[in-house]
Nanobody
Protein backbone atom coordinates (compact mmCIF):
# COMPACT_ATOMS: atom_id res chain seq x y z
CA UNK A 1 0.00 0.00 0.00
CA UNK A 2 1.37 3.37 -1.06
CA UNK A 3 1.71 5.67 1.94
CA UNK A 4 3.25 9.07 2.72
CA UNK A 5 3.86 10.13 6.31
CA UNK A 6 4.90 13.66 7.25
CA UNK A 7 6.71 14.54 10.46
CA UNK A 8 8.77 17.32 11.94
CA UNK A 9 6.11 19.93 12.51
CA UNK A 10 5.69 21.81 15.75
CA UNK A 11 5.72 25.17 17.47
CA UNK A 12 8.61 27.48 16.68
CA UNK A 13 9.32 31.14 17.32
CA UNK A 14 9.57 33.61 14.46
CA UNK A 15 13.00 33.40 12.88
CA UNK A 16 13.38 29.76 13.86
CA UNK A 17 13.80 26.66 11.73
CA UNK A 18 12.10 23.33 11.21
CA UNK A 19 12.79 20.41 8.92
CA UNK A 20 9.79 18.51 7.69
CA UNK A 21 10.16 14.92 6.56
CA UNK A 22 8.00 12.95 4.15
CA UNK A 23 8.66 9.23 4.41
CA UNK A 24 7.29 6.91 1.76
CA UNK A 25 6.32 3.28 2.05
CA UNK A 26 5.02 0.92 -0.58
CA UNK A 27 6.87 2.67 -3.40
CA UNK A 28 10.20 4.25 -4.27
CA UNK A 29 10.19 8.03 -4.00
CA UNK A 30 13.02 8.57 -6.45
CA UNK A 31 10.69 7.70 -9.33
CA UNK A 32 8.19 10.35 -8.30
CA UNK A 33 7.81 14.10 -8.44
CA UNK A 34 7.24 15.39 -4.91
CA UNK A 35 5.44 18.45 -3.67
CA UNK A 36 5.02 20.21 -0.36
CA UNK A 37 1.76 22.05 0.17
CA UNK A 38 0.22 23.93 3.06
CA UNK A 39 -3.20 25.03 4.18
CA UNK A 40 -3.87 27.65 6.82
CA UNK A 41 -7.27 27.97 8.55
CA UNK A 42 -9.76 29.69 6.29
CA UNK A 43 -7.41 29.67 3.33
CA UNK A 44 -7.03 27.52 0.25
CA UNK A 45 -4.28 24.97 -0.04
CA UNK A 46 -1.19 26.34 -1.74
CA UNK A 47 1.90 24.80 -3.27
CA UNK A 48 5.05 25.60 -1.32
CA UNK A 49 7.75 23.72 -3.17
CA UNK A 50 7.94 20.92 -5.72
CA UNK A 51 10.74 18.84 -7.20
CA UNK A 52 10.90 16.69 -10.32
CA UNK A 53 11.59 12.97 -10.15
CA UNK A 54 15.17 13.52 -11.37
CA UNK A 55 15.71 16.41 -8.91
CA UNK A 56 16.67 18.67 -11.78
CA UNK A 57 13.68 21.00 -11.60
CA UNK A 58 12.43 22.71 -8.47
CA UNK A 59 9.78 25.30 -7.76
CA UNK A 60 9.31 27.55 -4.73
CA UNK A 61 6.50 29.97 -4.19
CA UNK A 62 7.76 33.53 -3.97
CA UNK A 63 7.05 33.93 -0.26
CA UNK A 64 9.43 31.09 0.69
CA UNK A 65 12.24 31.60 -1.81
CA UNK A 66 15.58 31.86 -0.05
CA UNK A 67 14.11 30.47 3.18
CA UNK A 68 12.89 26.96 2.30
CA UNK A 69 14.73 24.13 0.56
CA UNK A 70 13.39 20.85 -0.76
CA UNK A 71 15.63 17.79 -0.94
CA UNK A 72 15.46 14.05 -1.40
CA UNK A 73 17.33 11.20 0.34
CA UNK A 74 16.86 8.13 -1.83
CA UNK A 75 18.59 5.85 0.67
CA UNK A 76 15.98 6.73 3.29
CA UNK A 77 13.13 7.01 0.76
CA UNK A 78 12.37 10.39 2.30
CA UNK A 79 11.90 13.95 1.05
CA UNK A 80 12.61 16.93 3.26
CA UNK A 81 11.53 20.53 3.46
CA UNK A 82 14.05 22.65 5.36
CA UNK A 83 12.34 25.79 6.58
CA UNK A 84 14.45 28.67 7.89
CA UNK A 85 13.63 32.20 9.02
CA UNK A 86 10.09 31.13 9.72
CA UNK A 87 7.36 33.76 9.89
CA UNK A 88 3.93 33.71 11.52
CA UNK A 89 2.38 33.60 8.05
CA UNK A 90 4.05 30.23 7.50
CA UNK A 91 1.69 28.74 10.08
CA UNK A 92 -0.34 25.98 8.41
CA UNK A 93 -0.80 22.26 8.06
CA UNK A 94 1.89 21.04 5.69
CA UNK A 95 1.30 18.12 3.36
CA UNK A 96 3.59 16.19 1.06
CA UNK A 97 2.36 14.67 -2.17
CA UNK A 98 3.78 12.38 -4.84
CA UNK A 99 3.15 11.82 -8.52
CA UNK A 100 4.65 9.21 -10.84
CA UNK A 101 3.94 11.49 -13.78
CA UNK A 102 5.45 14.91 -14.01
CA UNK A 103 5.78 17.69 -16.50
CA UNK A 104 6.05 21.37 -15.67
CA UNK A 105 6.95 21.32 -11.98
CA UNK A 106 5.69 24.86 -11.38
CA UNK A 107 2.34 24.06 -12.97
CA UNK A 108 2.03 20.86 -10.94
CA UNK A 109 2.75 22.80 -7.78
CA UNK A 110 0.28 25.57 -8.54
CA UNK A 111 -2.50 23.15 -9.46
CA UNK A 112 -1.77 20.48 -6.87
CA UNK A 113 -1.58 17.81 -9.58
CA UNK A 114 -0.49 14.96 -7.33
CA UNK A 115 -2.51 11.76 -6.81
CA UNK A 116 -0.93 10.62 -3.54
CA UNK A 117 -1.05 12.68 -0.33
CA UNK A 118 0.07 12.39 3.26
CA UNK A 119 -2.01 13.24 6.31
CA UNK A 120 -0.23 16.50 7.12
CA UNK A 121 1.83 17.94 9.96
CA UNK A 122 1.06 21.16 11.83
CA UNK A 123 3.56 24.02 11.77
CA UNK A 124 2.90 26.93 14.10
CA UNK A 125 5.13 29.99 14.11
CA UNK A 126 4.41 32.15 17.12
CA UNK A 127 6.15 33.95 19.96
Amino acid sequence: QLQLVESGGGLVQPGGSLRLSCAASGFTLDNYAIGWFRQAPGREREGVSCISSNDYWTYYRDSVKGRFAISRDTAKNTVYLQMNSLKPEDTAVYYCAASPIWGNVQAMCLMGSFPHWGQGTQVTVSS
